[in-house]
């Protein structure tokens, strides 16, 4: 799962809000592109949507308790071990600024609705119950975005994850059981046109584009050919499509090969796959 939503990051980086013309074109899953605009992120490398999801799966693996502090501190630690592009220009200087959970908890505004509490979700959505993925979402969630749709994001991506894990109904219903569940039609509404910034747009864009595949690559380019913040809609859509028994698992090799794979690269999260999975 991590490898996916990786692959899904790092691809949707050279078309996040990236002009239509451009996404049409590039969209072939021929291999990684460069940003036209943002050249600091090398192709084939993650953002922080993969670094905070890492951070989490660190933690659940590590079997320390999953509280606020923790969690924090799991971000301060990813970010400062590992410096990287990609956070949004509002909160990018701020991990650097703090060393402790506790000071990121002092410190931090947690009060945005965009979808940072989601695209890191996933790795609560392979616990057991639905409710074990509500308690340890809404705990991760709230350290940054505690807002109502800023968590509802959150939620819905890691039970699209624990939906397709746990073989719950055919994929394509992904979105009415996660409306049932949050008691919010919106979720099994079809997403169209230009994704924003703000959470709920980009889960969406991700349970649609994830109800409507049959393959891993199908899910990518659609997620892409939304235009916007496709890398976040990358991230939740192939976390949760790669859990799925439905959806076949056929990223193209120069994808998987060409992700990055430093210290914390692609066999590092297969590691972690493998102790989440076990």
Request: aromatic share 6%; net charge negative; charged share 20%.
């Amino acid at each position: 799962m991590l490898v996916e939503l990786a692959v899904g990051d790092a691809y949707g980086a050279g078309f996040e809000y990236a002009d239509h013309r451009f996404v049409t074109t590039h969209n072939t899953l021929a291999g990684y592109v460069r940003h036209p605009r943002h050249h600091g992120i090398r192709p084939g490398s993650y953002t922080d949507d993969t670094q905070m999801a890492l951070a989490l799966a660190e933690l659940r693996v590590s079997g320390e308790p999953w509280t606020p502090e923790a969690v924090a501190s799991a971000f301060v630690t990813a970010f400062h071990r590992d410096p990287r592009e990609g956070y949004a220009s509002g909160f990018h200087a701020f991990p650097g600024t703090v060393r402790t959970g506790a000071e990121f908890l002092a410190r931090i505004r947690p009060d945005s609705d965009k979808s940072g509490a989601a695209m890191r979700a996933a790795p609560a959505g392979l616990l057991p119950t639905a409710a074990d993925v509500l308690h340890h979402t809404d705990v991760q969630a709230k350290v940054t975005h505690d807002t109502p749709d800023g968590v509802a994001a959150a939620r819905a991506a890691a039970l699209a994850v624990h939906y397709c894990h746990h073989g719950l109904g055919p994929v394509a219903e992904v979105g009415a059981w996660i409306a049932d569940r949050l008691g919010s039609d919106v979720w099994a509404r079809p997403w169209t046109g230009k994704v924003g910034s703000k959470g709920v747009m980009s889960v969406r864009a991700a349970l649609t584009a994830l109800a409507s595949g049959d393959s891993l690559s199908g899910v990518l380019r659609t997620c892409v050919a939304f235009t916007g913040d496709v890398d976040t809609v990358a991230t939740v859509a192939l976390a949760a499509a790669s859990r799925s028994a439905e959806i076949r698992a056929d990223l193209p090799a120069v994808l998987v090969d060409g992700l990055e794979n430093g210290p914390f690269g692609r066999d590092h999260l297969a590691r972690l796959d493998a102790q989440l999975l076990a």
